[in-house]
Nanobody
Framework: QVQLVESGGRLVQAGGSLRVSCAASGSTFGTYAMGWFRQAPGKERAFVAAISWSGGNTDYVDSVKGRFTISRDTTKNTMSLQMNNLKPEDTAVYYC?????????????????????WGQGTQVTVSS
């Protein structure tokens, strides 16, 4: 099993930048594909970005392409989401998720049902 703890969420002005992080513990971090999801008030949880276990493959929802960057540091067991040019519509609780890759496929996942473990979330609020 792996435990996930997000951090870094806060209030930021539109056009600003923010980096949220996810710390993993309890298992071999390098064998997990990871993802970021977000849930805005009154909306369902939605895919934001994903990274493969090696870090070699990434994927983003269209609305954040060119603004957000997902990365991971296996030596530190952390994953991050660098968010630039933030917009009010980016306001949400951001969750990190992990999927154990048993067969070594170096792929990413957009479906939340594909992930085995979730953090508790961190609030990001973008003011206009």
């Amino acid at each position: 099993q792996v435990q996930l703890v997000e951090s870094g969420g806060r209030l930021v002005q539109a056009g600003g930048s923010l980096r949220v992080s996810c710390a993993a513990s309890g298992s071999t971090f390098g064998t997990y594909a990871m993802g970021w999801f977000r849930q805005a008030p009154g909306k369902e949880r939605a895919f934001v970005a994903a990274i493969s276990w090696s870090g070699g493959n990434t994927d983003y929802v269209d609305s954040v392409k060119g603004r957000f960057t997902i990365s991971r540091d296996t030596t530190k067991n952390t994953m991050s989401l660098q968010m630039n040019n933030l917009k009010p519509e980016d306001t949400a609780v951001y969750y990190c998720a992990a999927r154990l890759m048993k067969y070594g496929l170096d792929v990413t996942y957009q479906r939340d049902s594909a992930y085995d473990y979730w953090g508790q979330g961190t609030q990001v609020t973008v003011s206009s």
